[in-house]
């Protein structure tokens, strides 16, 4: 059966920055998943609700505004506290290495990818990780 | 008689023989390439992917009339450039794009940059107050003060340029939604420091349309907000003469992805919609025009974005003339501001990115921009520290005054390259014009989805060349360093900030007279509802202090908000 | 262990019904025993079926009845299941309907899944309409199913629907193309959208005038044309209404129940079409297709032989899961 791994490409805040959310959505069609694309100014309930309507393998946030440590912990809690724990939290955008290491140290994202990653290493990184479950 | 027919004779054997001689050298050459490789692991063209001609020669200005299409700098139709003298007159304004955190950070972060040697002040403002909301509206949650500088009041306005003589400095803000109300906080802040609206010089961004194209920070529908820019082009050419109120831009849609034409074209097509617009309204275009300025990106391929800015002022100037007839020359001019592109940079080894930048910069002066931002080596970590901004700072200046570029005008005038380039890419823009005019104009196409179409795909391609490796990016597909440290320092907004702004907020709404804040907000309103100039009631109630959201909720009582489709 | 899914289904536990809709995707042979639980609940619920051209403006019609239906009756809930294409070389798929359903995203008591095609022939419709089953018996009231209106098989989905709404909008071409493509034998209501485009009012007499060639008898149900501007909600609640006529026109007699074993026939037909033609490829064997048609061209068989050898292969025995969708 021809499973396809399921993506929320979500753009949470006031952030217009869309860009490389849409390349990036784009490139994960081309690499064989399904995508939903949120589009801009989401709220993190609106994203979370989008998550567990479309029983998405991986939600990612892409986030330019400087607002990621918020953001990220946000959409983490939410999805937990509606039993979504298995589905994995990624993103890109404007995030210093040390916020990177914190996201990830407290388990607010699995991974984060700077600007300029190629879309195929993303590609990678989810079916790698989904594929391990 | 015989002499002048023997000198005619023998001019056209000369010039048939220096064809003949053209056109052997040029088979000849030919001939050899047949047997040259060429390199197979990239493509030979633009930034853009547009192909490059490997060799230009007189041949393809074959067509092309000096007097006509190149002129003298100053001189309609200004391909050269807007003044007679350019940069030996004046060199162009060093205007860092700049904000963070509170109004008394970025006022630091002013002072610093001006005793630097900036020449010009631009304000970079945060997310929330770019999208009318006040620092303590719940949906501001997480990003007060992160990408700009919080200004939820006038007092924070007065806060921002205490102890800067804004009667002095010129300003320009990066403000499009509520740009009226912004411009309002502006000039009633300066009336406080004892200075009078006549005397104020800066810019407002206030270019909407290219917010539904590319930037996404709007607040209200189209028509509504050709609606307010009007009443801000009427108001400030009689109020505040020396302010531009119009800084139309082809930056962001760049930065969205577009090609150099799009980003050409999709600019003018937007500028000849605001003068249409402003015409509709009754406002002669001498009156307006003088002060409507532009706003350019600085990408890698230095040709092409010489070439694109050479074409952008002779488009206009020809289109200001002969189309809308205006009569005053200053309204043929087309003069910009450059920033540098910012979706050039990169993550990893930023250090090169001082590299991009200078290239990049280097593009814009010999371009012939007013006036240039350079972006920062860390700019794709967080917002600029004092060091880096500094080496952006002394990259204009080195470039300023050690390299002697500046030293005589638009030098790459006549280069068989450039001139060709810069035909080309008129003719181009040229095709969109006529696409877009077929569509129904620009808020039709907008309606459509045109625009974002184009660059969405054009964003999309650019991609797939890296992620193929047909095109190269140093530190990222290639030249890449394994397990890289980032060393140097990121500049960190603190949590505090949004604290800060809330106690702030609380304290305004609790000091000031309520009464006289109500009241001047329904003159907001009324307004609205009738075709009365906005500016001098939301200037009015700037000078209660009523907050930006308190402004921007009356007129979305009126003019409802934006919703997008998204296409991509 | 399928009682506490189901009881986690019929309360309409969010989580619990997306999970079994992409069960029911990926592995439907495992949820035959949920869905047998669960059927006699999702009878209740009223399908719209809404399809019609690309750039028509079903999304954003979608959104704006759904705002109509939850306008009128507060307590209703409603389900809607969004159909968009799988690239056939990537298989992957932008799933871009959720998007243009702006308002309705953010409701609680409104349900969106979107799905993609996934290559499928007739196995699209199985599983869409399992999800479907899923939404009504989780308690939406209304289940709207949207697809594109080309291809075979999303026109059985909106067939396996009660009420078929087909979506035109004027300047997408030739209208007696448009019209000529088998979407006018299928719907029960036409609705012209962007209507205050030009040539609306001429495309709306040349449906009304197509209309009139089909075979009605009398009683028959007599599909109206209806005008909207989705964007302004200008003639949706008129669209509404119609809806809710149709639904009750369908509860006289046996009207609902043809319909709906119409709809289950449409169904098992399309599993065992896929069923058959995943014959074709076997995991030992691979591309049966391929090896008979080589031996066609070599001159070894007829196409006629080859037939008889798969359906002999079938008469022989071989065990299959049902499946819903072709692996390609």
């Known amino acids: 059966m021809a499973k396809r791994i399921r993506i929320l490409v979500a753009k949470p805040g006031l952030d217009g920055h869309d860009r490389g959310a849409k390349v990036v959505a784009a490139g994960l069609r081309d690499s064989g998943m399904e995508v939903i694309y949120t589009g801009l100014h989401q709220t993190p309930e609106a994203i979370v609700e989008s998550a567990i309507q479309e029983d998405v393998d991986v939600v990612g946030l892409s986030i330019l505004s400087g607002a990621h440590m918020t953001f990220f912990p946000k959409v983490r809690r939410l999805l937990n506290e509606r039993g979504a724990n298995d589905i994995i939290l990624i993103g890109g955008g404007i995030i210093p290495e040390e916020d990177v290491a914190e996201l990830k140290k407290t388990g607010a994202a699995e991974e984060l990818f700077p600007p300029g990653t190629p879309v195929s290493k993303i590609a990678e990184f989810i079916k790698k990780r989904v594929a391990r479950g | ?568 | ?328």
């Open chain 2, 1 to 568: 008689m015989g002499n002048r027919q023997q000198d005619e004779e023998m001019k056209g054997s000369v010039r048939k023989g220096s064809k003949r001689k053209a056109d052997s050298d040029c088979k000849a050459w030919q001939e050899k390439l047949k047997s040259c490789s060429e390199r197979q692991e990239v493509d030979f063209v633009t930034t853009s992917s547009a192909p490059v001609d490997i060799l230009n020669t007189p041949e393809d200005l074959a067509k092309t009339d000096y007097f006509r299409d190149i002129g003298y700098p100053g001189e309609y139709p200004f391909t050269r450039g807007v003044h007679p003298n350019m940069y030996r007159g004046r060199l162009w304004t060093m205007r860092q794009f700049s904000g963070f955190g509170t109004a008394s950070d970025t006022n630091k972060r002013y002072k610093y940059l001006i005793k630097s040697g900036a020449t010009g002040l631009s304000v970079a403002f945060d997310f929330p107050t770019l999208m009318g909301y006040d620092s303590d509206h719940p949906r501001s949650e997480g990003e007060v003060g992160r990408c700009g500088v919080a200004v939820s009041s006038l007092e924070d306005m007065e806060t921002l340029f205490d102890g800067i003589p804004m009667g002095e400095v010129s300003t320009s803000m990066t403000i499009n939604g509520p740009a009226a109300i912004l411009f309002a906080f502006y000039i009633a802040a300066a009336q406080k420091q004892g200075v009078p609206s006549k005397k104020l010089r800066g810019t407002i961004q206030n270019d909407i349309l290219k917010e539904f194209i590319a930037q996404h920070a709007w607040i209200f529908q189209p028509l509504p907000s050709m609606r307010i820019i009007t009443d801000i082009l009427k108001f400030a050419s009689r109020n505040v003469p020396e302010w531009n109120t119009i800084s139309i831009s082809g930056y962001h849609i760049r930065e969205a992805g577009s090609t150099a034409v799009q980003e050409l074209a999709f600019t003018l097509v937007d500028g000849f919609a605001y003068v249409e617009s402003a015409i509709a309204e009754g406002l002669d275009i001498d009156e307006f025009a003088p002060r409507l300025s532009f706003f350019f990106n600085a990408h890698n391929d230095i040709f092409e974005e010489v070439a694109k800015y050479r074409a952008a002022r002779r488009i206009w100037a020809r289109r200001m003339k002969e189309k809308y007839k205006a009569k005053d020359p200053r309204s043929w001019l087309l003069r910009f501001h450059t920033q540098t592109a910012g979706c050039s940079l990169t993550a990893s080894q930023p250090e090169n990115n001082i590299v991009r930048v200078a290239y990049q910069a280097l593009a814009a002066v010999l371009g012939g921009t007013q006036s240039l931002h350079t972006n920062s080596m860390d700019e794709t970590l967080a917002l600029p520290t004092e060091k880096a901004v500094r080496i952006a700072l002394r990259t204009q200046q080195i470039l300023a005054y050690e390299t002697g570029v500046p030293n005589t005008i638009d030098p790459l005038a006549g280069s068989y390259f450039i001139e060709n380039l810069t035909n080309r890419m008129e003719a181009e823009a040229e095709k969109y014009f006529e696409k877009i005019e077929s569509l129904g104009g620009v808020i039709a196409a907008i309606e459509k989805g045109f625009f974002q179409r184009e660059i969405a795909d054009a964003a999309y391609r650019y991609q797939k060349e890296i992620d193929s490796r047909r095109r190269i990016i140093v530190g990222v597909n290639d030249y890449v360093e394994d397990d890289e440290k980032i060393e140097i320092p990121i500049l960190k907004i603190s949590p505090e900030v949004e604290k800060e702004q809330k106690r702030r907020l609380k304290r305004l709404r609790e000091s000031r007279d309520n009464n006289a804040v109500k009241k001047t907000l329904s003159a907001v309103e009324a307004a609205a509802r009738t075709k009365d100039n906005l500016m001098p009631r939301i200037i009015a109630a700037a000078k209660t202090y009523a907050t930006l959201g308190e402004i921007v909720d009356s007129l979305k009582k009126v003019f409802g908000v934006y919703h997008e489709t998204p296409i991509f």
């Open chain 3, 1 to 328: 262990m399928d009682k506490t899914v189901c009881e986690k289904i019929l309360s309409g536990d969010k989580r619990a019904v997306a999970k079994l809709i992409t069960a029911v995707e990926n592995e439907p042979g495992k949820c035959e025993a949920v869905m047998d639980s669960l059927f006699s609940h999702s009878l209740a619920a009223h399908r719209i079926g809404i399809t019609g051209p690309p750039g028509s403006g079903k999304s954003t019609l979608v959104d704006a009845l759904t705002v109509s239906i939850r306008r009128k009756k507060p307590t209703s809930s409603v389900g809607i299941i969004a159909i968009d294409p799988s690239s056939p070389f990537t298989h992957g798929a932008l799933l871009g309907d959720r998007i243009r359903m702006k308002r309705i995203g953010l409701d609680e008591n409104v349900f969106i899944r979107s799905m993609a095609t996934r290559g499928a022939l007739g196995g699209l419709c199985a599983a869409a309409s399992d999800a479907a089953d899923i939404l009504a018996a989780s308690g939406k009231e209304v289940v709207m199913v949207e697809t594109v209106g080309v291809g075979q098989s999303e026109v059985e989905i909106a067939q396996i629907s009660d009420t078929c709404v087909v979506v035109f909008c004027p300047g997408t071409g030739d209208a007696i193309q448009t019209l000529k493509a088998g979407l006018m034998e299928i719907g029960e209501i036409f609705v012209i959208n962007k209507s205050d485009l030009e040539g609306a009012d001429r495309f709306l007499l040349d449906v009304r005038a197509t209309l009139e060639l089909r075979e009605r008898e009398k009683g028959d149900w007599e599909p109206p044309v209806i005008k909207t501007v989705a964007t302004e909600e200008q003639g949706i609640d008129e669209l509404l209404k119609e809806i809710e006529r149709h639904r009750d026109y369908l509860s006289f007699g046996d009207r609902l129940k043809d319909k709906r074993v119409e709809a289950v026939a449409k169904k098992i037909r399309g599993l065992v079409r896929n069923t058959l033609e995943s014959s074709l490829y076997t995991p030992d064997e691979g591309d049966q297709l391929r090896t008979l048609s080589e031996s066609v061209l070599s001159g070894k068989v007829t196409p006629h032989q080859a037939a008889r050898k798969v359906i002999e292969r079938i008469r022989g025995g071989r065990q299959w899961a049902i499946g819903n969708r072709m692996k390609r």
